[in-house]
């Protein structure tokens, strides 16, 4: 079969399994199957595909049409401009969590003495990780209730070589932290999905941890006790950065001067949504 013919089928087949992004999420696992670059799907379309690899490309689609996502079938995912190793026991790092990254490197940019971080809901350790490799001095704790997340976040660490510069801890946030600890700042992409928007949330969605996305009713539990707690692990003039939900800015921002935060900015992501808070102490 001709790889053009390839991309077609899958293409096809995914849309009529209601998929959103049919087209590149065809390519995305063609061209992982075949260990070839994106491009090649558009300038190659003549060249011949064995009937092993066909097998193999399909076999993959047929599982991303049951609504699994991406980056749990090729077990990996872009975040940063780093590639990270992930699977189903780890929410899978987004866009629009990058933002989250690049205003936390904006604070802390110029910081020439050593920073100590704290990452909460650590998961595969991408935010960590991110912000590991772009400062040299600054050394991250990362918290996580799952077993399952900090082992992922530990293959990662090692893989990107910042495996001594990160300690992981299970904890339930704070809980199992050395009391007398103090952070130069906290970062957190907490669950931030209430009950009711759970339920509308898309099938390929819900396939991942649901620890990593519910958080009660209105979605603002982990807020609460983060921001409320935060204040005894923080410096003076440490800040609390979180990302939030789309409709989440004007209640997480309360939380903040509730809590006696100063200097508290809403930053928005490219589409204009409120996407992360800081506050600090």
Known sequence: ??????????????????????????QLLIAYTLKIPRWKLITEKNIEISD?????????????????????????????????????????????????????????????????????????????IALLKNISNLFMYGVDISEDALKVAKINAKLKFVNDRLKLLKSNLFSNLEKN???????????????????????????????????GKKGLAFYERIISISPKYLKNNGFVAVEIGYNQGKDVKNLFIENKFKNIEIYKDLNGIDRVVIGYK
Not at 16 to 26: N, Q
Not at 57 to 78: D, F, H, M, Q, W
Not at 192 to 206: A, G, P
């Open 181 to 215: 600890i103090k952070f130069d700042f906290i970062v957190s992409n907490p669950p931030y999905i209430s009950r009711e928007d759970y339920i509308n949330l898309k099938i390929e969605v819900k396939m991942e941890p649901k620890v990593a996305l519910l958080s």
């Open 1 to 26: 079969m001709k790889l053009g013919q390839l991309l077609k089928i899958s293409v096809d087949t995914l849309k009529k399994a209601g998929i959103e992004a049919p087209i590149t999420d065809s």
């Open 52 to 128: 092993e690899k066909v097998s193999k490309v399909l076999n993959l689609i047929n599982l991303r049409s049951k609504g699994i996502p991406v980056a749990y079938i090729t077990k990996r995912k872009e975040f940063f401009g780093i590639k990270f190793y992930v699977d189903k026991r780890v929410l899978i790092p987004r866009p629009e969590t990058e933002i989250l990254v690049e205003k936390v490197l904006e604070k802390l940019k110029d910081r020439d003495r050593k920073i100590v971080g704290l990452d909460i809901g650590v998961g595969s350790g991408a935010i960590s």
